[in-house]
């Protein structure tokens, strides 16, 4: 089992940035990030393959959150623009052995403890 720890979190305003990383105790080819707000399912972010090629996000968050890894240090970022009350939420990082372009949070092995994010208009 894959050990993740998040990280990057916090309050900001409406417009603003923040970026979030995710730590693991082992490579995994398939890291994604995925959000949960009260009274809300979980909802995916965004995915990326083992060499970066692969990204696919969310349609709410096309052009303004970025995914990216470095191998090095088994580490998944996200890095969140324009960031908009509808951001508010849980973040929560997630693996598995592979990519696809689903968000079936059952098809994700391992998960972190999550990381609030919070923004105010």
């Known amino acids: 089992q894959v050990q993740l720890v998040e990280s990057g979190g916090g309050s900001v305003q409406a417009g603003g940035s923040l970026r979030l990383s995710c730590v693991g105790s082992?490579?995994?080819?398939?890291m994604a990030w995925f959000r949960q707000s009260p009274g809300k399912e979980r909802e995916g972010v965004a995915q990326?393959?083992?060499?970066?090629?692969?990204?696919y996000y969310a349609d709410s968050v096309k052009g303004r959150f970025t995914i990216s890894r470095n191998n090095a240090n088994n580490t998944v970022y996200l890095q969140m623009n324009s960031l908009k009350p509808e951001d508010t939420a849980m973040y929560y990082c997630?693996?598995?052995?592979?990519?696809?372009?689903?968000?079936?949070?059952?098809?994700?092995?391992?998960w972190g403890q999550g990381t609030q994010v919070t923004v105010s208009s």
């Open positions: 082992q490579y995994t080819f398939c």
């Open positions: 997630a693996a598995r052995d592979f990519c696809s372009v689903d968000w079936d949070s059952d098809r994700f092995t391992d």
């Open positions: 990326i393959g083992g060499g970066g090629s692969f990204t």
